[in-house]
C-alpha cells in the first residue's frame, strides 16, 4: 500500500515516509520500513556544536562545514565503526595518505552505519621540521600556527598534561592535555602559537637555553643570587626539576622568579597553553666534602 501524505508546508521535510510491504501480494517479503512515521531532512539546519565533540589538537568531530570559515581544513567522511556509541572517541586517518591520525568523538545520535564529518587541517608544512643541511632562513618566517604529531609517553594516561618542545629552534613549548582514547605509544596533533604573537618583553631577557630532557620547558638562565654564607659551594652537573603554581592573572609568556631549595632566584618563562603549572629546571648547589 503507498500512502501519500502531506503534512503542512514546511520545505525543510519530505512527505512523511509510510511505505510497507504488501503482505497480501507478497507472501515472501524480507524487507519493510520499520520507521514508517520518520521525516526524511531534505536540508542541513545549523546546529549547536557540543564543546565535547570539538579537540583543538586536530581531530574536531564536526556535523556540518562551511568551506569559507574554514579555508585551511580539509573534511573527511567517517563511518561509524561496529560498536562504537555516541561519545566514544575513534582514531581516523589522513585523507592524503600520510600517518597522521586524529582521535574523533562520536557525536550525540551518530550510531554503527552512520557517517558524520571530521575537520583535518592541511597538509603540515614541510619546514617545520630542519636538519643539519636546512639553511637557517629556511623556517625563520611563520605566517600561522603550526601543527606537530606527537606521540604519547609511557605511564601518561588521557587528561594529564605533557610538555612538547617545538620542532625547530623557536624555542617554544606548549602545554598538551593527552585527549581521551589516546593511550600511551597512539599520537595527536599539538598546535604551536604563532611566535610573533606571544607578548614580547620591554627589558631585553637573559638568554634562553634547551634542554635535552623529554617534556621539560625552555627555561631562563638562572640568575646568581648573592650568597648568604662564606662556605664555598658548586654547581651540581646534573639538573633538578621544580614544579611551580602559575600567580593568579599571570599571562602565558610572562616572565616568573622562582626561588629554588638553594635560596637561589631563577627568571621562567609560563608556557603557552594556560597550564596551572610547569616544570622548571635548575642546577643544585653541592657542598664540598671536608
Known sequence: ??????????????????????SATNNHATSQNLYPGQRRSQQELSPQLNSLNYIRTGGNALQFHDPSKHPD???????????????????????????????????????????????????????????????????????????????????????QVIHVNAPDDSGCTVAATVPKGVSPGSTFMVQFPNVASLPQQVNNPPPLFNDAKEHVNNLKQPQKHKKKSTVNTSKSNSQSLLLVKVPPGTNPGSTIHVQTPDNETIAAVVPPG??????????????PSK
Open 1 to 22: 500500500i503507498m500512502i501519500d501524505v502531506c503534512c503542512g508546508s514546511n520545505a525543510a521535510y519530505a512527505p512523511i515516509d509510510t511505505r510497507e510491504t504488501n
Open 73 to 159: 581544513k580539509e573534511m573527511v567522511s567517517v563511518t561509524v565503526p561496529d560498536g562504537v556509541s555516541p561519545g566514544q572517541t575513534i582514531h581516523v586517518n589522513a585523507p592524503d595518505g600520510s600517518n597522521r591520525k586524529a582521535a574523533a568523538i562520536v557525536p550525540e545520535g551518530f550510531y554503527p552505519g552512520s557517517s558524520f564529518m571530521v575537520e583535518f587541517p592541511k597538509t603540515l608544512r614541510q619546514n617545520s621540521f630542519t636538519t643539519e643541511n636546512d639553511s637557517p632562513h629556511q623556517n625563520s618566517s611563520i605566517d600561522g600556527p603550526r601543527l606537530v604529531s606527537v606521540t604519547v609517553p609511557t605511564g601518561v594516561s588521557p587528561g
Open 274 to 287: 594556560g597550564v596551572n603549572e610547569f616544570h622548571v629546571s635548575y642546577y643544585p648547589q653541592q657542598n
